[in-house]
């Protein structure tokens, strides 16, 4: 006699709907509180900057200034020279794509589908630099950039991107294991080299894990500020990053300025982000998955 299995009564099949319900319930409570939390720094930074001079470090905080100090976003474009800093933090962040976007794209892709002797060994090599921290490599990289002459310049901002970097070269590399070979065969079997299997199969495929690096890449250099204060001596190279020091004097720093300056200078990175926002979540989901 065969034994069949009765179905779960309905008191069992309500429980764990319960306590699946209860569970995402409980997760979205917890998602939602972080995220709150987040952001009370903007929301603090904003709501400073439309204070009057006085009221900035008021207890308890005033949340709502009053009166509303819209002159405070002019009285910065007074202060400092945006535009100068502006286009200089333009330059760098842009030129830096070509580097951190382009060749670790173009290296990803070589750890990934080139098969020659020492292959893990060096892609291990480029991974190991990771655990160098950035300051030890800042003074030997400035003694260099001064023998040479390009201290109080742009280039010894811009210069050590153009070579790639370890952690794009390692998600990218990822994402291009992803990719299945069956489509890059296709193209070879059509008489595409290489680079042209990169450039016109690869690539395209590869949007989500690229706009991930452009985005890092961004809010990377647009936000940099020990590399300019090393690098950069006058004012008229300065980055927006530098900028900041501006709105503090000798006996007095200028807290509803220094946070006007900082939202305005937030703007271009928060725009980027939601421009890419959905090729981002993709490609940072893809990349922890990829390859095993």
């Known amino acids: 006699m ?25 997760a979205y409570v917890a998602l939602t509180v972080i995220a709150l ?21 008021t207890i308890p905080i005033r949340w709502i200034p009053n009166p509303v100090e819209w002159g405070n976003y002019l009285q910065i474009f007074r202060v400092a020279p ?121 690539l395209p495929l590869a949007r989500p894990g690229l706009a991930t690096v452009l985005i890092l890449s961004v809010l990377t250099h647009w936000n940099d500020f020990i590399a300019p204060l090393v690098y950069l001596n006058t004012q008229d190279k300065w980055t927006l990053s530098l900028a900041v020091n501006l709105f503090q004097g000798d006996f007095r720093i200028n807290y509803n300025l220094m946070m006007a300056y900082a939202a305005v200078m937030t703007v271009p990175v928060v725009l980027v982000f939601f421009a890419f926002q959905k090729y981002f979540v993709r490609g940072i989901t893809l990349s922890a998955t990829a390859g095993r």
Request: a positive charge.
């Open 82 to 202: 945006l535009l100068t800093f502006f286009k200089n933090t333009m330059v760098i962040t842009l030129v830096t794509l070509v580097g951190n976007v382009g060749v670790s794209a173009l290296v990803a892709y070589a750890f990934a589908r080139l098969r020659f002797p020492g292959r893990d060994a060096l892609f291990v090599v480029v991974l190991s630099t990771i655990m160098l921290p950035y300051i030890v490599t800042l003074i030997p990289q400035f003694v260099l950039f001064r023998n040479v002459g390009m201290v109080n310049t742009l280039w010894p901002l811009i210069i050590p991107s153009l070579f790639g970097h370890p952690i794009y070269i390692f998600l990218l590399r990822q994402f291009f294991k992803s990719i299945p070979v069956e489509v890059e065969d296709a193209a070879r079997l059509d008489g595409a080299g290489f680079l042209r299997t990169w450039w016109s199969i690869a």
């Open 2 to 26: 065969v034994n069949v299995a009765s179905p779960a009564p309905p008191d069992g099949r309500r429980r764990r709907m319960l306590i699946k319900l209860s569970g995402r319930t409980a």
């Open 37 to 57: 939390a987040a952001l009370v720094p903007m929301a603090y930074a904003i709501s400073t900057s439309l204070k009057p001079s006085g009221q900035e470090l």
